[in-house]
């Protein structure tokens, strides 16, 4: 298809939608969304060397630990290079769509419903996002996924199109929702679908965009903010995270002040001007007015999909406040949320599975359940 072709193809379909009644989700689904947990890794990096499953793969126990805890849903990032065919382009491998439905099913037998978000790896998104071939094949795997996975119910099952899309482009990332979107409609109707800003879905990305003129649509966006404090310690994106360690908050010039004498010439002015923001509940809930009133504008349902803080370098008690203040103000605006994450660097809780010890401090700042699961759960 060349990029005529396509964009007539765009600009049809946005017509199509744009008659479409922007009728929300149903009120139950909506309700489930409004606390949950990410289970990273498992379906992204699926039988890969070097990814253990006893951390990343949930057991019997995990599922009752996360219902117990007060969770109503799950989000599951799944790769789509994993279920793709290998020789039948826009076609999906049969015994791997099984593999995942029967995954899922203790999800669905402890009454959570689950958010598969595709996140393609690496260069592999960019190339999909990049041009109109990419889009075009992305289109198509959706089309064969959200088929196979069709026969779980729309109240059960939600369809995220495209986790953190990386497009700098806000205008040319709505036109791939959009095409996401009819490529998803025209085989599950029926299904809650999740669209979300350009870049790396954040708030502001979030209020580049214009909403779409379908029904049945969630805007997520994640929060991250401040990246220094929420990253501190990552060995991925930034280098400079690598040396950022022991960054408290809230924050202030003086909370920051001890330890800029042992940070390196080129961290110690962004360590110095983390404490000159001075983040604390205040500058939370002015980052998460922004997206509320979007939301109010539109007249559009938000769920942030992601917010956590990495384990790598954040004091303890730090990173409970951070949760705490989060949630707090996600909440008394109404947004619905999930944690990121269940296990790993960002995780809830410690351990591998049969040995998961969940982080009290953590617990209590998100408003979660603490007693133990009974095995009847």
């Known amino acids: 298809m060349n990029a005529l072709k396509t964009l007539a193809a765009l600009l049809l379909m946005a017509t199509s939608l744009a008659h479409a009644a922007a009728t929300p ?11 949950g947990v990410n289970l990273p890794i498992w379906f992204t990096f699926r039988g890969q060397a070097g990814i253990d499953p006893a951390l990343w793969y949930p057991d019997a126990a995990d599922w009752r630990l996360i219902k117990s805890l007060g969770f109503k849903h799950v989000r599951v990032q799944f790769d789509p290079a994993y279920f793709r065919h290998p020789t039948q382009p826009g076609a999906v491998q049969s015994a791997r769509i099984a593999e995942l439905k029967r995954a899922l099913a203790p999800a669905r037998a402890h009454g959570l419903t689950v958010v598969l978000a595709a996140e393609p790896q690496g260069p592999e998104k960019s190339r999909l996002v990049k041009d109109d071939a990419g889009i075009a094949e992305l289109a198509a795997f959706w089309r064969a996924f959200a088929a196979g996975m069709k026969s779980m119910r729309p109240s059960q099952l939600v369809f995220e199109l495209l986790n953190e899309p990386t497009d700098t482009d806000a205008a040319r990332n709505r036109l791939l929702m959009q095409w996401l979107v009819q490529a998803v409609r025209s085989v599950a109707p029926r299904h809650t679908l999740v669209v979300e800003g350009h870049a790396y879905s954040g708030i502001d990305d979030l209020l580049a965009f214009e909403p779409l003129e379908a029904a049945n649509l969630v805007y997520s966006f994640h929060f991250y903010e401040p990246h220094n404090f929420t990253h501190q310690g990552a060995t991925w994106g930034w280098p400079l995270l690598t040396e950022f360690k022991d960054l408290p908050y809230p924050s202030s010039p003086e909370l920051v002040a001890p330890l800029l004498p ?19 509940q205040s500058r939370i809930d002015a980052r998460l007015d922004l997206v509320r009133d979007w939301a109010k ?9 992601e917010f956590g803080t990495a384990r790598l370098g954040a004091p303890l008690k730090s990173r409970s406040a951070w ?21 790993g660097n960002f995780g809830l809780v410690t351990g591998n599975a049969g040995a998961r010890q969940v982080d009290a401090g953590d617990a209590e700042a998100l408003g979660l359940r603490t007693a133990a699961p009974s095995k009847a759960q």
């Open 25 to 35: 989700p149903p009120t139950a689904l909506l309700r489930t969304l409004e606390r």
């Open 262 to 280: 042992a940070m390196s010439e080129e961290a110690r002015p962004h360590i110095a001007w983390y404490g000159e923001q001075r983040w604390d």
């Open 297 to 305: 504008t539109h007249g559009v349902p938000i769920w942030c999909g």
């Open 323 to 343: 949760l705490g203040d989060v949630r707090r103000g996600l909440e008394a605006r109404g947004v619905a949320w999930t944690l990121f994450g269940y296990a």
